[in-house]
C-alpha cells in the first residue's frame, strides 16, 4: 500500500545538508547565495533561526577575526 506524500520535514535534516552544500569546493557563489536564502527564509518563518558562524576556512589562522577577502557564503547556520 502506497504512504501518502510526506508533508512535514526536520528543520535539523535542512539545516545539516544546507551547511554541507555551503562547504563544497564545486559549488558556485551564486548557489550558495540561493541556499541561504532559502534556509534563512524557512527558519525565520518557523522561528527557528539562531544565527550563523563562518566556516573555520574564512577565519584567520589566529582566530583573531576573519581573513582579507573572505566569502561570505562559507557559513555553518544554527538552529534552535
Not at 12 to 34: D, M
Not at 38 to 49: D, M, N, T
Amino acid at each position: 500500500m502506497a504512504h501518502p506524500p510526506r508533508k512535514t520535514y526536520p528543520i535539523k535534516a535542512l539545516v545539516n545538508i544546507t551547511n554541507q552544500r555551503l562547504a563544497l569546493r564545486n559549488t558556485t557563489v551564486e548557489a550558495r547565495w540561493a541556499l541561504i536564502g532559502l534556509l534563512e527564509s524557512v527558519l525565520q518563518e518557523v522561528g527557528a533561526y539562531h544565527g550563523f558562524n563562518y566556516q573555520a576556512s574564512e577565519w584567520l589562522d589566529d582566530h583573531t577575526g576573519l581573513r582579507p577577502n573572505h566569502d561570505d557564503t562559507r557559513r555553518v547556520y544554527y538552529y534552535r
